[in-house]
């Protein structure tokens, strides 16, 4: 069984004659654990089809699975590093993690989502910067709290 399987996905955006076709007929299995790169010039599709198996937008045909249900919209299994970490000035690498465990996991209790907070921020190694806003950390201490942010363990 694959972790991930892309089965015939087509995705295009716009109407009628001004319909542009982006993704035609996909298809793409992942193991578990196996690494991949999505690689191609700009406009190719590639920012199109993470936003596909995030759950983030839907195709318009085919079907994506991650471990054989069908995606229907986000999930905790599934987090979105992009390349501009794009965090919230204002918070702090606690908050700027808080604000997407706090969506993902608003079942768990206050002290659940903290412990997992915690944890996502020490699983990238600013614990030490935890209370620090985004001005205060380097360029790739903003890229682990995006990381951090995306985490997920289960």
Do not use: C
Request: aromatic letters at 6%; glycine letters at 10%.
């Amino acid at each position: 069984m694959a972790f991930l399987e892309i089965r015939n996905v087509s995705k295009g955006f716009g109407e009628g004659a001004n319909r542009n076709a982006i993704l035609n007929d996909i298809n793409l299995s992942v193991a578990e654990g196996e690494f991949i790169a999505i690689v191609g010039f700009s406009g190719s599709g590639k920012t199109t089809l993470i936003s596909l198996i995030a759950g983030l937008i839907e195709a318009d045909a085919g079907e994506i699975l991650v471990k054989d249900k069908a995606i229907r919209g986000p999930g905790p299994e599934r987090g979105v590093v992009f390349q501009s970490y794009s965090l919230l000035p204002w918070l702090s690498v606690h908050g700027n993690v808080a604000l997407a465990v706090d969506q993902v996991y608003r079942h768990e209790s206050r002290s659940q989502r903290a412990i997992r907070i915690n944890r996502y921020i020490d699983m990238v190694g600013l614990s030490a910067a935890a209370d620090r806003r985004p001005a205060e950390l380097s360029g790739g201490m903003r890229q682990r709290v995006s990381v951090a942010r995306a985490s997920d363990e289960s």
